[in-house]
Structure formats: structure tokens, C-alpha cells
């Protein structure tokens, strides 16, 4: 691990609803080694974190016959405390798909913001795999998908999909 990786990790294991200096040492590591780079070590700094939690945790919470909506009460409402309809809404649900929309308040957002960052660039490359991780735990059909034309501050809120296939 060299250390741009060391730094963004320890960063982001130190942010505590606060990513401001987290994003700036990302944007220091990137004059060196790019932002594709940076946001790959704090994806994989993210996927680490949240299979941790899983790991520790998955025996312990119960889960019903409908993967979909374990792995949306799981992952969001369980491990990032989202709840419905303070601070999103569930806009379609079927046996095999679950789509959301959160409005919640967000660090990442708060931060791309501060520093002048495209949360669709941002998410897509540092969080997007952690969340498929994350499902893939769950179910190995689980697939995640977040509609990046409907993300903050784009719009009003984050649309986000979770997809059982066969």
C-alpha cells in the first residue's frame, strides 16, 4: 500500500460525517497520481469498511424470503440508518427491483459542494462498488444501480436501484 492509499484510507477511517479533509487529500493525492487513482483507493477504502460491518453483523440480523428488500432494509436502514419517508421515498417495488429516492443529508454531497466536485463523478467512481459489494454479501444476484441524471444537486434527490436476477 503506498502512501496516497495509506493516507486516503486513514481519511477516510477518520471522517466521521465530516468528509472535508478526506476530499482534500484525495485532491492533494490527485496532483500525483490522478483522480481516477485517489477515488479508486477510497472505493476500495469504502469497500473494505462495509464488508467489515457486514461481516461482523450478518448473522445477527434477520432477513426474510425477498432479497430485495433485505438488502434494502440492510444496507439502508440498518447499516446507514435511512429511514423512510424523513428522508427518502421507495417509488416502485417488485419481487425483482426496489427503486429509492433520498434526500437525505449526505457528506459526500456537502463536500462536492465545499470543494467545487461532480457527485456524479465522485459516486460513480469511489461508491457505486461498495454498495454492489455490499448486496453481493447478501445475495449473489443482487445488482445495484443509481441513476446518475437523477442525483444531487442535479435534482432534488438521489434515485437509486436495487435489482434481483435470475
Known amino acids: 500500500m503506498d502512501k496516497y492509499h495509506r493516507r486516503i484510507k486513514r481519511h477516510y477511517q477518520q471522517a466521521k460525517g465530516d468528509s472535508t479533509a478526506l476530499f ?3 485532491l492533494a493525492a490527485a496532483d500525483d497520481i490522478g483522480l481516477e487513482q485517489a477515488l479508486t483507493y477510497l472505493e476500495q477504502a469504502v469497500i473494505e469498511k462495509r464488508l467489515a460491518w457486514l461481516n461482523k453483523n450478518l448473522d445477527k440480523l434477520d432477513t426474510t424470503n425477498d432479497p430485495v428488500y433485505d438488502a434494502y432494509r440492510l444496507f439502508y436502514e440498518i447499516y446507514l ?13 417488485t ?3 426496489m427503486v429509492t429516492r433520498w434526500w437525505n443529508q449526505c457528506p459526500t454531497l456537502e463536500v462536492c459542494r465545499k470543494l ?3 457527485t456524479r463523478e465522485i459516486c460513480k ?6 454498495v ?16 446518475y441524471e437523477r442525483l444531487r444537486p442535479h435534482t432534488a434527490y438521489c434515485e437509486e436501484i436495487i435489482i434481483l436476477e435470475e
Request: charged share 25%; aromatic share 6%; glycine share 12%.
Open 81 to 93: 440508518g435511512l429511514s423512510i419517508p424523513a428522508e427518502g421515498e421507495i417509488v416502485e417495488k
Open 125 to 130: 467512481k469511489a461508491y457505486h462498488q461498495p
Open 132 to 147: 454492489q459489494a455490499f448486496l453481493s454479501q447478501l445475495h449473489p444476484g443482487l445488482r445495484f444501480e443509481r441513476n
Open 24 to 26: 482534500q487529500a484525495i
Open 95 to 97: 419481487g425483482h427491483k
Open 116 to 118: 467545487g466536485l461532480d
